[in-house]
């Protein structure tokens, strides 16, 4: 059995994702790393995850599919024999105006609901046992401010955020006392996701007016995730906003 704590991080392969694989084998955990499209840079967080001396589990799974999650979760424990913590954290969206409602799809809402929603959902009912089996079981959603004000890259985004803040409190009160559960919401991010999500927005001019004005980086989110998974063991149900003032 493997004798150090083990994480679970979907969408591991960019952004904050990477961020929170590459700092719980810092810590010398082991990690898996989930992916469902980017497999180059999956495997590229992988290498990273043992070069800083952690153990990689490398696990291609859309975590829309409940089959293929309890699969990943069933490798995991074969790989390890444990699992500590999970992050949710693979997400899509669409970057479509809110006042063009037609352009916003029922497809574009299924794939988002199933991915951002049923997907969290999936994983954590599947980790459930594990986590509980740990000890110190932890579950960090990561939401978004969007699922507080409502603006965001879309509607149907927004939607599925909040809906995802609600399920955290939900499952702190259905995994304690032997898992918490919490959600992080970032406000804009400096990655991927938003420069080549939507080339057309200002990504600096859109944090201007925040009392911090700059994005986050994925460490910076990384953090907070952290803080809730490996040191804090008195929050449950809660949601913390890292979005340099933004919902002040």
């Known amino acids: 059995m493997f004798e150090e704590r083990v994480a679970l991080v979907t969408g591991a392969g960019t952004g904050v994702g990477r961020a929170c694989a590459l700092r719980y084998a810092s810590l ?3 990690v898996v790393v989930n992916y469902s499209r980017s497999v180059e840079e999956a495997t590229d967080t992988a290498a990273e995850v043992e070069k800083v001396g952690g153990k990689a589990l490398l696990v291609c799974c859309d975590v829309s599919d409940d089959q293929a ?7 995991t424990e074969d790989c390890f024999g444990r699992l500590d913590v999970v992050v949710n954290n693979a997400a899509t969206t669409n970057f479509i105006s809110h006042e063009r409602l037609d352009d916003l799809t029922e497809s574009m809402w299924d794939r988002m609901l199933e991915v951002n929603v049923k997907g969290a959902f999936f994983v954590t009912r599947a980790a459930a046992d594990l986590l509980k089996k740990s000890g110190r079981g932890a579950v960090v959603n990561i939401a978004s401010v969007a699922g507080i004000t409502g603006a965001g890259s879309s509607i149907a985004y927004c939607a599925t955020k909040g809906a995802l803040i609600t399920m955290t409190k939900s499952f702190a009160r259905v995994l304690a006392p032997q898992v918490s559960v919490n959600a992080v919401c970032p406000g804009p991010i400096d990655s991927r996701w938003i420069r080549e999500g939507n080339p057309d927005w200002d990504l600096e001019a859109m944090v201007a007016g925040y009392p911090i004005p700059k994005a986050s980086s994925p460490d910076e989110i990384a953090d907070s995730v952290l ?5 804090n063991r008195m929050s449950t149900g809660q949601i913390l906003a890292v979005d340099g003032g933004q919902t002040l």
């Open 28 to 30: 010398g955990y082991g």
């Open 69 to 75: 999650v309890r699969s990943m979760i069933t490798r």
């Open 227 to 231: 803080f809730f998974s490996t040191q």
